[in-house]
């Protein structure tokens, strides 16, 4: 084999996107309460999360895994769906931001800037949560996780609280007759060009498609 079709297919085979690996169910968490005079805490279990990614990697001449300019990376929990939610979807009010995922934030990592949507967005870390701008539309909100802090606001209230500035990546939405009975959350990376991916989520039988998201390295 030519080394040099030998090296691309090393590349093709570096250019992960990672989906969620199967987790076993477990929809009870265990956990202490634990109460004082001024607040309580929660002191969880051990809790189910996910994470799908794009890892790239650049070869060269001499080494073929010369470097990894770095990933993109999304890390959720993972609810189960249920059938009183597709009421709360319908009468979800407009201009509400609403938790996406279970128990700690779902995040975003990107190791590069990227634009989406005609929009800058520099590369780090990022707390994801859904927003209804009207009757017909979504938008998938990027947090500032410092603000968040400084607001001292926890996922299951942002809908709530009011979370402060965030980027908003427009959503495509219907609904499908397969139902996903658990949230997935995953990247889609176009074969023609593998720096720009789409975010696909599914959770029961509502499937949103981000527009598309193109990473700069």
């Known amino acids: 084999m030519p080394l040099i079709r030998y090296r691309n297919l090393i590349l093709a085979a570096s250019l992960l996107l990672?989906?969620?690996?199967?987790?076993?169910?477990?929809?009870?968490?265990?956990?202490r309460l634990l109460k004082t005079p001024d607040y309580q805490v929660f002191e969880d279990g051990v809790t189910p999360r996910a994470r799908v990614r794009a890892n790239y990697y650049k070869t060269s001449e001499k080494d073929q895994w010369a470097v990894s300019p770095g990933q993109v990376s999304i890390e959720y929990g993972i609810p189960v769906w249920k059938a009183e939610y597709d009421t709360l979807f319908q009468k979800m009010p407009s201009g509400k931001r609403w938790r996406l995922g279970s128990d700690y934030w779902t995040n975003l990592s990107s190791s590069f800037p990227f634009e989406t949507g005609g929009r800058q967005v520099k590369a780090g870390y990022y707390y994801l949560v859904l927003e209804r701008t009207d009757a017909t539309r979504w938008n998938l909100i990027l947090l500032e996780p410092a603000e968040v802090t400084r607001r001292q606001l926890d996922p299951y209230h942002v809908n709530l609280k009011d979370s402060g500035p965030g980027i908003a990546i427009a959503l495509e939405w219907e609904r499908v007759d397969q139902t996903a009975n658990r949230l997935q959350i995953t990247l889609k990376l176009k074969d023609e060009n593998p720096k720009q991916m789409e975010i696909h989520i599914r959770f029961g039988s509502y499937h949103f498609r981000s527009s598309p998201l193109a990473v700069t390295f």
């Open 18 to 31: 990672c989906l969620a690996v199967a987790i076993p169910a477990q929809d009870s968490i265990e956990y």
